[in-house]
């Protein structure tokens, strides 16, 4: 995973690439985690930029969707291939959605955007390199591990 600094005036902004090492050997998770991908860089470009109210609501909509997608899908492939630390995997897929909520709910009432702008770049940044790249890796080499005991 390579991890781009932008740095201009005042703003320093982060901006993720895709690279095989993240991959977790599954077409459609790994496709599912590119569009979040291209969803992150994309809040944080608005963030670079300048603040778009339009934009902020856009990447809120998109994470409702990719809430119910992919965690569902995630989780249900777990669960078919005996991820052993399924439920804690689950837990942290229900911080992220506690945090989402937060964020919209913020959003809603009116709080200072470029300032949500920026604890969505800070929280989702790390959920890339934390979550994405390290925990969701866990069941590529669970998943792999297993099929060598199998054979």
Known sequence: MWIIILIKQNY??????WTEDISVGNEIIDGQ?????DQI???FDEIFSGVD????????????????????????YMTNINYPHLIEHKNL???FIQKYYKFKEDFNT???KET??????SYIGLWWVNHIAKEDKRYQLYLIDSNKKIK
């Not at 320093?12 to 690439?17: D, L, Q, S």
């Open 12 to 17: 320093m902004a982060i901006h993720f690439e």
């Open 110 to 112: 009116g709080i200072n």
């Open 53 to 76: 109210h339009e934009k902020v609501k856009e990447a809120i909509q998109f994470l409702d969707k990719y809430i119910q997608e992919h965690f569902t899908y995630e989780e249900t």
């Open 33 to 37: 985690h590119k569009r979040l991908l």
């Open 116 to 121: 949500l702008l920026l604890e969505i770049e």
């Open 93 to 95: 897929h229900h911080e």
């Open 41 to 43: 860089n994309k809040i």
